[in-house]
């Protein structure tokens, strides 16, 4: 057991919700600081503690001032992406420092700003290849066509992605998946997610598996 006394006590007034739909607009400001929102997923940081995101231990110095990270977290903040979520008081001081948090653990396009699915994309159509490359190696096929295949994956994550955006709808309104994903942490509310998104795909196109199956055996 450890003998080290507690250096801090942190006091959460406005705890973080469970999901959240945005703007395109805003979902560009995440890509631009997404070190900050990354690091504010599932934690509770003070400003100095995402100053140090920006420490460069080769150059021995931080790559941002301070200050700019304070603009950081207001322009976030004034977005709705971050919200500060109560405070943290050191020992034996009466000093106190605002935690900062993601405004959600999850968030969401909303639909209107969606525009082409992911898999439709350059990056997606690159994933979609790598994917198809893997399964073949992995399962030693000797056919190089993989057209048919990667056409059923992109079916795959058409139910798959209509399927998790189902659910983070129903959140709002259902008590029971409500609670279960507010307790839960972001790769807790990921995995369980995720394995929803896949019966939601087969449920769509039940002779999905079969299909796949019948590509990889060929």
Do not use: C
Not at 36 to 55: C, D, F, P, Q, R
């Amino acid at each position: 057991m450890s003998d080290e006394k507690p250096t801090h006590e942190d006091f959460i007034t406005a705890p973080t919700d469970t999901m959240m739909f945005i703007r395109k607009e805003e979902m560009q400001l995440m890509d631009e600081y997404i070190e900050i929102i990354k690091a504010l997923g599932g934690n509770n940081m003070t400003v100095k503690e995402v100053h140090s995101l920006y420490w460069n231990p080769e150059r021995k110095e931080y790559n941002k001032t301070i200050k700019t990270v304070y603009r950081h977290l207001d322009a976030l903040e004034k977005a709705g992406l971050v919200k500060v979520v109560g405070h943290r008081k050191p020992t034996n001081s009466r000093l106190t420092e605002k935690l900062y948090s993601r405004a959600a653990k999850v968030f969401f396009l909303e639909e209107k700003d969606r525009g082409p699915k992911w898999w439709e994309t350059e990056e997606g159509k690159s994933q979609i290849e790598e994917l198809a490359a893997v399964v073949w190696e992995y399962y030693d096929i000797e056919d190089e066509d993989t057209t048919k295949f990667k056409q059923l994956l992109k079916q795959y994550y058409d139910g798959w992605d209509s399927t998790v955006i189902d659910l983070f709808e129903k959140t709002q309104n259902n008590d029971v998946i409500s609670d279960i994903f507010s307790k839960a942490d972001i790769n807790q509310i990921k995995s369980l997610s995720s394995f929803i998104g896949i019966l939601g795909a087969f449920s769509k196109y039940p002779q999905l598996l079969e299909s796949m199956l019948k590509e990889i055996k060929k």
